[in-house]
């Protein structure tokens, strides 16, 4: 099976601009959740996706959002860029509800970099 | 705020020797995972070990739990250079099920 992919790997923009990040999910995973990584806050949740449905949202603004189209594929945006907005953004999938219960299969990331 | 911490944040040993790194945490939990990172990629899942279990082993790697001071260790035993790695527990909250990652220990291993 082919793993978590996501696209693209490293991005530069400048500030006042959006973003969208691709996650393409282990075939046959209807979960994916997206992360955003920083040296400085570690690892956060951002949102989960299920089944082309939000079910768990992190603290972030409302310029961070996402959608899940029917193929389990997600995607992620991000509007009006601001500087902390620079970090890794992981994507994770599974083949449930995210939850302690079952393992989460992570992608590479996207290295986002803003100018 | 994290949920679970991990200590020490760097650990440097020589290959051979056991690399324990510990997690805590502050809510009651289902599950807590550890998770290893390398290099900036993503994270590879290593072992899950649930509320009701207090050990649990795969391969090199020993993972106890401790919900009583809310604390897990993770043990390597006879590390590899290869094991050079950012090293992550990760909990759920048994009020929403998000998993909450803590900073993580970077271990080297040196050849």
């Known amino acids: 099976k082919a793993g978590v992919t996501q696209t693209p790997r490293y991005l530069i923009k400048t500030r006042g601009q959006q973003v969208t990040l691709s996650c393409s999910p282990i075939?046959?995973?209807?979960?994916v959740s997206w992360y955003q990584q920083t040296p400085g806050q570690g690892l956060q949740f951002l949102f989960e996706?299920?089944?082309?449905?939000?079910?768990n949202k992190g603290n972030f603004p409302g310029r961070f959002s996402g959608r899940q189209f029917s193929n389990s594929r997600s995607e992620m945006n991000v509007s009006t860029l601001e500087l902390g907005d620079s970090a890794l953004y992981l994507c994770?999938?599974?083949?449930?509800?995210?939850?302690?219960?079952?393992?989460?299969?992570f992608g590479p990331g996207t290295r986002l970099t803003v100018l | 705020s994290q949920q679970g911490e991990e200590d020490p944040q760097a650990l440097s040993i020589q290959e051979g020797e056991n690399a324990t790194m510990n997690c805590s945490y502050k809510t009651s939990i289902n599950n807590l995972q550890w998770y290893r990172q390398n290099s900036g990629r993503g994270l590879v899942h290593l072992i899950l070990?649930?509320?009701?279990?207090r050990e649990k082993h795969s391969g090199r790697l020993r993972v106890t739990l401790d919900t009583s001071k809310k604390s897990s260790s993770l043990l390597i035993t006879a590390s590899r250079a290869a094991d050079t790695a950012s090293y992550f527990c990760?909990?759920?909250?048994?009020?929403?099920?998000?998993?909450?990652f803590g900073r993580g220990t970077s271990l080297i291993v040196h050849p």
């Open positions: 994770a999938s599974s083949s449930t509800r995210v939850s302690g219960n079952n393992e989460q299969f």
């Open positions: 996706y299920f089944s082309e449905t939000q079910r």
């Open positions: 070990i649930r509320s009701n279990e």
């Open positions: 990760a909990t759920d909250s048994r009020v929403n099920y998000i998993p909450t």
């Open positions: 075939s046959g995973h209807r979960s």
